[in-house]
């Protein structure tokens, strides 16, 4: 090792919140499943307060959560998840009625090439994209410019951050598990709410494309 490299100190209270994370990762325990000290200790050969002590990380983190009477259950972080969907959404609602009133043809412009880009892949794939394929990547990676663009013609400075910190706080990718028609389509509506300066739609789509 060397010399100058610093030593890093892991309490026994990271080693069993690092189990833990794992444990509801790979499904050994499993989302609603209560988690009891007493054989948590025996199993990890360890005593209680690094249990209790990596439960409340583990709560702060959204992964765990206490119900009164009854116990520490396993929620694998989507109620955490959940609230941070509902604040990308609404920021992306601003985002995109914001574009509406101040886009330029430019922005339109830059809109309509990623959706057409976009369009094309879905077509060349007759729709079956697998998830494990270049192409995949590539509309993952399209389908957030798309989203980055509405960003940049809003004109916000701050909207871009806000939305990548609830993206980032709450695990949370524009496109994950099957990818379908709709979520394409729904940005073509959003181009058209903008080319219209139809606030009311660009309000009403966006809400549909998050639900």
Known sequence: MESNQPIVHVSITDMVADKLRDGIRD???????????????KTMEVSRTPIRKAFHVLLEEGLLERIEGYGIVVTG??????????????LERIALESAVIHSSNT???ELEKVQLNLEEIWEGTNGNIDPNSPEWKAVSTLDMEFHNRIVRASTNPFLGEFIDMAARKGN????????????????????????????????????????
Do not use: P
């Open 27 to 41: 499904g050994t325990f499993r989302v609603s499943q209560k988690l009891i000290e007493t054989e948590l200790c």
């Open 77 to 90: 972080g989507e109620r955490k998840r959940s609230y941070w969907l509902e604040i990308l959404g609404a």
């Open 107 to 109: 922005d339109l412009a």
């Open 172 to 211: 949370i990718t524009y496109y994950h598990g099957k990818i379908i028609e709709a979520d394409i389509s729904e940005h073509r509506i959003m181009i058209k709410a903008i080319e219209d300066k139809n606030t009311e739609l660009a309000d009403k789509i966006m809400k549909q494309h998050f639900r």
